[in-house]
């Protein structure tokens, strides 16, 4: 980890230089060592690695270098919430994540916010990343939270974006289902750690920090621009032995993260929906490339080759739910989205029977009242 704020000082330069990427400065690095000694070189020499453009601009000292390496040390060394920690990781550091050195274009620095002991530790034999569509149905939610509190239950950690929906979704599962002491989930956020993203994740952030890690590959004070969140997807999809796909469109930041997680050789495995529901047409079209498809944690176990450590669960305790009856209108309700006058087509109970049975099951988080007069079903059972 960076321990002093001149090495802090020559990776931050060195990041900002512009013109120069990670292959020049992986080459950079190979022939003159830690960036320190890099900076000390002359321009002829520079030229004999790199375009004399780029040697050009490495001998310049960036804009807004100073100021930002001052802020970025202030950022480090303040102290913040108890129990939680901060810390930079370069790709010099025995902290730095093994899982992304195994990717194609591991970020050059690596920002982290919460459990930083867990770094160096990071294999993606121990994560999977879970992702989906920042809209999602009643169903989609409850898919999230359920199955990532299951994986967590089992020792995976959770690789999420901290996006609305499904993401946020997810790492509340999988907070809730994660062992004390245990990295319970990722967030690999697309702005700098000194801003949360979205505003209103900021309480869910805070308790992420606290069972987990949010890491970033961007500087300080790096706004949420649009170009930065497809970029990152392939570090939540680095550092996971598979990518999870609750709910997506067709043209979406999920289907670009299980791209890149398919680009990199790892598993890719969808949740199905309606065939009417557009946050599942992407998953459809994975499951038709090869995707697998998952109805339950136990898909996911088999898959990866995982044991089950889980044993089967009643969904409602007797007299705290629904009664038979009620419950048995899910069968009628199936998965997609109803209209109240279908429904009761189907089952064929009066209106003021019906919706006092869908009021029960709505009561019992088992079905959620959407707009336009729909019901979907939201349990697992």
């Avoid at 995707?291 to 409602?316: G, H, M, N, R």
Wanted: with cysteine; aromatic share 4%.
């Amino acid at each position: 980890m960076i321990t002093s704020q001149d090495e802090l000082g020559a990776w931050l330069r060195l990041s900002l230089t512009e013109g120069v990427g990670n292959d020049a400065i992986r080459r950079l690095l190979v022939a003159f060592g830690l960036p320190a000694a890099l900076f000390g070189q002359s321009e002829s020499a520079l030229r004999q690695i790199v375009s004399s453009r780029q040697a050009q601009a490495l001998i310049q000292e960036p804009k807004a270098w100073r100021s930002l390496l001052d802020e970025t040390w202030a950022w480090l060394r303040a102290p913040g919430i108890p129990g939680v920690m901060r810390a930079i990781v370069t790709w010099g550091d025995g902290d730095y994540p093994p899982a992304l050195l195994d990717i194609p274009d591991p970020p050059m620095i690596l920002y982290a916010l919460g459990q930083t002991t867990w770094l160096g530790n990071l294999t993606a034999s121990s994560c999977i990343a879970m992702v989906g569509s920042r809209n999602p149905t009643p169903q989609g939610t409850q898919n999230a939270q359920a199955f990532a509190q299951s994986l967590s239950a089992t020792g995976l950690t959770v690789v999420s974006g901290l996006a609305q929906g499904i993401e946020g979704a997810a790492h509340e599962g999988a907070m809730n289902g994660a062992a004390p002491q245990a990295l319970a989930t990722i967030a690999v956020v697309g702005t700098g750690l000194d801003r949360v993203y979205p505003r209103h994740h900021l309480a869910l952030a805070h308790r992420i920090a606290r069972q987990g890690l949010i890491l970033s590959e961007y500087p300080l004070g790096m706004p949420p621009l649009k170009a930065n969140f497809p970029k990152r997807n392939r570090l939540i999809a680095g550092l996971s032995q598979a990518t999870l796909v609750v709910q997506a469109a067709l043209r979406s930041g999920s289907m670009i993260t299980a791209k890149q997680a398919v680009e990199q050789g790892k598993e890719v495995l969808a949740i199905p929906g309606s065939i009417h529901c557009t946050q599942a047409k992407g998953c459809h079209a994975l499951i038709k490339q090869g995707a697998k498809l998952v109805e339950s944690t136990q898909d996911v176990l088999d898959e990866l080759q995982l044991p089950d450590p889980f044993q089967p669960a009643t969904c409602v305790a007797a007299g705290d739910g629904p009664t038979p009856k009620d419950a048995g209108l899910l069968v009628y309700l199936g998965f997609a989205p109803v209209h109240l006058q279908a429904l009761q087509a189907r089952c064929g109970l009066d209106t003021a029977h019906l919706q006092a049975q869908l009021r029960t099951l709505e009561l019992a988080g088992l079905v959620a009242r959407l707009p336009g007069g729909l019901f979907q079903r939201v349990g697992r059972c």
